[in-house]
């Protein structure tokens, strides 16, 4: 079997840097860094109830948090933030953060950043091909029309490999498909990379996606 290594833990310090900036002591951290995947799921959570309300697809590329003493700062960076604009709805996001939190002495921030291709981000183009897949499009289909999405945003090359009960067979199996150059043992290669998990009627699938962005 080959070792594998997640391309940006292997990265770290070299091309890519942390999401959460903060430090803490020993036995602080376990709470912190739960604290952090409770920020995260509520964001995620609240965008995912709103878009059922919108019509258009919303992405979250990736959620940044720094914290200090009495200051918990969030930056979303979004591929389509129509939903989040309203100054009424950051602050409806706000609040929910804090109750989950139940933090008193600490002032939330919120940022919404966009980004300029949202294609060439892996969360995003996972989401598109996730919903692809639930609308019982062909995989083959879902992978070709991410690739060209990708190619327009720039990239210089791309993996996507979708992983389940792919179109309802009853066997699972692994696909994958590869477009330009993916060099996963260059570390000075910034490579972007997410697993998502899709909930299918068949079953849950797998899709991973690598892309190479600059060198």
Same mark, same amino acid.
């Given at each position: 079997?080959?070792?594998?290594?997640?391309?940006?833990?292997?990265?770290?310090?070299?091309?890519?840097?942390?999401?959460?900036?903060?430090?803490?002591?020993?036995?602080?951290?376990?709470?912190?860094?739960?604290?952090?995947?409770?920020?995260?799921?509520?964001?995620?959570?609240?965008?995912?109830?709103?878009?059922?309300?919108?019509?258009?697809?919303?992405?979250?590329?990736?959620?940044?948090?720094?914290?200090?003493?009495?200051?918990?700062?969030?930056?979303?960076?979004?591929?389509?933030?129509?939903?989040?604009?309203?100054?009424?709805?950051?602050?409806?996001?706000?609040?929910?953060?804090?109750?989950?939190?139940?933090?008193?002495?600490? #002032?939330?921030? $919120?940022?919404? +950043?966009?980004? *300029?291709?949202?294609? %060439?981000?892996?969360?995003?183009? &996972?989401?598109? =091909?996730?919903?692809?897949?639930?609308?019982?499009?062909?995989?083959?289909?879902?992978? #070709?029309?991410? $690739?060209?999405? +990708?190619?327009? *945003?720039?990239?210089? %090359?791309?993996?996507?490999?979708? &992983?389940?009960? =792919?179109?309802?067979?009853?066997?699972?199996?692994?696909?994958?498909?590869?477009?330009?150059?993916?060099?996963?043992?260059?570390?000075?290669?910034?490579?972007?990379?997410?697993?998502?998990?899709?909930?299918?009627?068949?079953?849950?699938?797998?899709?991973?996606?690598?892309?190479?962005?600059?060198?």
């Amino acid at each position: 079997m080959g070792q594998k290594i997640n391309p940006l833990g292997f990265r770290l310090g070299a091309t890519q840097g942390h999401h959460s900036l903060w430090f803490a002591q020993r036995k602080d951290y376990s709470e912190d860094l739960q604290e952090d995947q409770k920020i995260r799921n509520c964001i995620k959570n609240y965008v995912q109830k709103n878009m059922k309300i919108s019509s258009s697809v919303e992405g979250i590329a990736c959620i940044e948090i720094q914290k200090r003493i009495d200051l918990i700062q969030v930056i979303i960076y979004m591929g389509f933030p129509k939903l989040l604009i309203e100054h009424q709805k950051i602050e409806e996001l706000q609040i929910n953060i804090q109750k989950e939190l139940n933090s008193v002495n600490r #002032k939330l921030n $919120i940022a919404i +950043t966009r980004i *300029a291709n949202p294609y %060439g981000h892996p969360n995003i183009l &996972a989401e598109f =091909i996730a919903g692809q897949l639930k609308n019982r499009v062909s995989f083959r289909k879902a992978m #070709k029309k991410a $690739i060209e999405l +990708t190619e327009q *945003a720039g990239t210089k %090359g791309i993996q996507i490999q979708i &992983a389940g009960r =792919i179109d309802g067979k009853e066997i699972a199996r692994v696909e994958w498909i590869r477009e330009g150059r993916v060099p996963l043992q260059t570390i000075r290669a910034k490579i972007d990379y997410c697993s998502y998990t899709v909930r299918t009627i068949y079953g849950a699938l797998g899709i991973k996606i690598w892309i190479f962005v600059d060198e």
